[in-house]
Structures are given as C-alpha cells and as structure tokens.
T-cell receptor, first 112, second 115 residues
Framework: GESVGLHLPTLSVQEGDNSIINCAYS??????FIWYKQESGKGPQFIID?????DKRQGQRVTVLLNKTVKHLSLQIAATQPGDSAVYFC???????????FGTGTKLQVIP | DAGVIQSPRHEVTEMGQEVTLRCKPI?????LFWYRQTMMRGLELLIY????????DSGMPEDRFSAKMPNASFSTLKIQPSEPRDSAVYFC?????????????FGPGTRLTVL
C-alpha cells in the first residue's frame, strides 16, 4: 500500500463567506484551463473553464481568473455553502486539445 | 440521461489475478478517457480514444495494463496480472469531439483493491 500521499492544502471558510482557491499551472502553451469539483466518493464534476485569450469568466456563483504572466489560475466562489465542500482541481489541456492534466487539488471545508 | 456508467463500483482481488473494468460512455460522445486516482499521484490520464481508436496511451503504466474500445458504447481497462500498487480509483470519462476542448463527463469510478 501507499504510506506517503499527496498533502492536499485545505481551505476552511465560514458559510456565506467568499472562497478563493488558487492554482499554479505549468504549461504556457495550454489553451484551456478548467476547474473541477470532486465530492467524496464521486467522480470529478466540471465547474467552469476559461480559454487562454481571456482573463476572467463568470458563472453561477463562480468566477475564474487567469493570469498568464505568472501562470496563475483562481476560482472564486461567492456566498459559499455547505454543498460546496469538496476537493477542487484545476486542470489544463496541455499536449493536445483533449488531453487534460490535473493539479493536485485543494480541499474546501465549509463551516456551518 | 444516465451519464457515464462504470462497473463494478468496487473490486477486491488478490495479487496476480486479472481485473477487468468496464465503462459505458454517454450516448453520442465519441471520446473516452481512462484515469487513475491515488493519494500518491493524484488524478492521472492513462489512455484516451477518439471514435473507438486509441489516440494516446502514454499514461498506461506498463504492459500489464491494456484498454480496448470495441464499439462506441463500451470500453474495458484490463490489468493482468494485478499488483497491490495498482490499488486506486479508476475513472472513465467521455466527451464530444468538436475539434476543441470539450467538457469531460466522469463516471462514478471503480475502487480497486489488490491484496
């Protein structure tokens, strides 16, 4: 078995507050950047994506910001709810338009 | 809409045994992906298919792993022989193939334990 695992950074926020999850990506040639949410025992679920020619995109309660200068991606969740508790992964489609590379993830804990 | 279907949901087997994981993609999707998730390595792409043809298998760890897609509605990932280090959650995902990046829809995963 595995005795050493990835240490997931954890973000704890109070219900109703805004959450900001950050991600550093590696490939400046990536065309799309994607955020996925994974709840315990389930597969990753798409949240939002952003193309490299944009720096901001908004969805329902979520905003993704892209800073290509420093290769940084962030996901902002407004009015965080208990149902937002999950692990959030950023991903980039480096190496082809379908091939997606996932980051290590951030665990979001919402405190009621 | 049933989503991506994977079976079995859980598999416990002994080292040396053959394991076959199954996936049914979303109807109409023509790209299929197999991922493996472990605490050690996170979520890794193993292989993906377009129109039933393997496009990139560079993530397949070794020859013990093989994947097939005999038709548009079915794929298998086989491990023979299995080893304890293969223990992981294996996800299948599917997407349409429009010539740009398309959202990948994930199945619920198969949790494999090799004793």
């Amino acid at each position: 078995g595995e005795s050493v695992g990835l240490h997931l950074p954890t973000l704890s926020v109070q219900e109703g507050d805004n959450s900001i999850i950050n991600c550093a990506y590696s490939n400046s040639a990536s065309d799309y950047f994607i955020w996925y949410k994974q709840e315990s025992g389930k597969g990753p679920q798409f949240i939002i994506d952003i193309r490299s020619n944009m720096d901001k995109r908004q969805g329902q309660r979520v905003t993704v910001l892209l800073n290509k200068t420093v290769k940084h991606l962030s996901l902002q969740i407004a009015a965080t709810q208990p149902g937002d508790s999950a692990v959030y992964f950023c991903a980039e489609n480096a190496g082809g338009y379908q091939k997606v590379t996932f980051g290590t993830g951030t665990k979001l804990q919402v405190i009621p | 809409d049933a989503g991506v279907i994977q079976s079995p949901r859980h598999e416990v087997t002994e080292m040396g045994q053959e394991v076959t994981l199954r996936c049914k993609p979303i109807s109409g999707h023509n790209s299929l992906f197999w991922y493996r998730q472990t605490m050690m390595r996170g979520l890794e792409l193993l292989i993906y298919f377009n129109n039933n043809v393997p496009i990139d298998d560079s993530g397949m760890p070794e020859d013990r792993f093989s994947a097939k897609m005999p038709n548009a509605s079915f794929s298998t990932l086989k491990i023979q022989p299995s080893e304890p280090r293969d223990s992981a959650v294996y996800f299948c995902a599917s997407s349409s193939n429009s010539g740009r990046w398309d959202e990948q829809f994930f199945g619920p995963g198969t949790r494999l334990t090799v004793l």
